[in-house]
């Protein structure tokens, strides 16, 4: 069992914590997951994939594995006709997470995330969102999580709400805030003002997840920072966001009229994929900024977590295959390679 005196806060206190997510489009690339709906089936269809990606990502350097329940809420079953799946995808995402964390000392995360049904204005669909919350805290609680998620929240009263449900368990709150191409929340908040009404709400940890690029959610990330005193997390997209299209469901890609709607978000991003050093340079500039709790979202590969846990001078696992380019035929600098190779590599 994890040792639960060891969990998120005591972990904070010792250094910068590294969560990895983003599985919905891992998964949606490898062919186990539709994009659209993005509702993570593959943990009851695949569960052998979903254990072996966590796994991947502990190597690569996560301290958290994060329970792939994101999009596993009652409004995304319902609308894929499969809403008698629910508890069960729930809890077996939360056991296959469970277990490999343990195996490795790793931090069980629960994960809540955007309803898409939330309105300020309506009291009903309030108290239906709160119910969603609650029957996915309550199996994330059984399943001995040691702290909760509430991710991607565009709405900051959504977000709240969710904060709400998972204080009621007594366990920590990571809540983390999706700002689009509006540097505000829908609700029109900037992300500062949110961050320090959910730190007021007994959140752990709050902060930015998904949608912009290390570029563009950069400049955010400093106004939170003074604005509360509790831990900052920051999970970009690994997408080379820009100041025009500051979200990765704006960018646009003149190169390529195949597209089909013209728009490259969710299924044609590749282009525009940061590579390694783009995110540990983030990582680094966003622990300048005093930022503890870090991560990449939809898109990320485990070269991307491994970037960030060697930009905070980590070696996990798998840096024993970090690059080492002065074996390469060509570009290398070993004394038995071959000169006739070296003196072409100008030509390659
Ligand atoms: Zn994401």
């Known amino acids: ?10 972990r904070l206190a010792e250094g910068p914590i590294i969560c990895a997510e983003g599985y919905l489009f891992e998964f949606e690339r490898r062919g186990y997951l539709q994009a659209g709906a993005f509702v993570p089936e593959v943990v009851l269809e695949h ?20 329970a792939f329940t994101y999009y596993a809420h009652r409004e995304k079953l319902r609308l894929i006709g499969k809403e008698q799946l629910l508890e069960q995808i729930n809890r077996q995402a939360l056991d296959i997470a469970g277990e490999v964390a343990r195996r490795h000392g ?6 809540i995330c955007n309803t898409n049904l939330f309105d300020p204005d309506d ?6 969102v709160r119910s969603m919350f609650e029957e996915q805290v309550e199996w994330a609680v ?31 709150a990571v809540v983390t805030l999706a700002i689009h191409r509006e540097p505000v929340t829908r609700e029109g908040w900037t992300p500062a003002e949110a961050c320090k009404r959910l730190e007021e ?5 709050v902060g930015l997840n998904c949608i912009r690029g290390p570029r563009t959610m950069l400049p955010l990330l400093a106004p939170i920072r003074e604005a509360v005193n509790c831990a900052v997390a920051a999970l ?10 500051p979200s990765f469901q704006s960018l646009t890609d003149p190169e390529c009229d195949l597209i089909p709607g013209d728009r490259p978000f969710p299924t044609a991003l590749d282009p525009f994929t940061c590579n390694r050093f783009e995110l540990g340079a983030f990582a680094l500039a966003a622990r300048e900024l005093g ?4 991560g990449v979202c939809c898109g990320a590969g485990p070269h991307h977590i491994r970037a960030v846990a060697e930009a905070l001078g980590r070696t996990p696992p798998a840096s024993r295959y970090s690059p080492d380019m002065s074996h390469h035929a060509f570009l290398g600098t070993h004394p038995s390679l071959k000169q006739r190779n070296l003196d072409y590599a100008s030509r390659l």
Not at 106 to 111: E, P, Q
Not at 144 to 163: R, Y
């Open 1 to 10: 069992m994890q040792d639960r005196s060891d969990g998120l806060l005591s």
């Open 47 to 66: 569960p052998e994939l979903v254990r072996q990606v966590h796994e991947e990502f502990v190597h690569a350097g996560s301290d958290v594995v994060e």
């Open 106 to 111: 790793a931090l069980l995360a629960g994960d």
């Open 123 to 128: 009291r009903q669909v309030r108290s239906v």
């Open 142 to 172: 059984e399943a001995g999580a040691d702290f909760i998620i509430g991710e991607t929240f565009s709405w900051a009263q959504e977000a709240l709400l969710a904060l709400e449900v998972i204080r009621e368990t007594g366990l920590p």
């Open 201 to 205: 709400g007994g959140a752990a940890v």
């Open 236 to 245: 970009p997209v690994p997408y080379r966001t820009r100041e025009e299209e």
């Open 291 to 294: 930022i503890e709790y870090l």
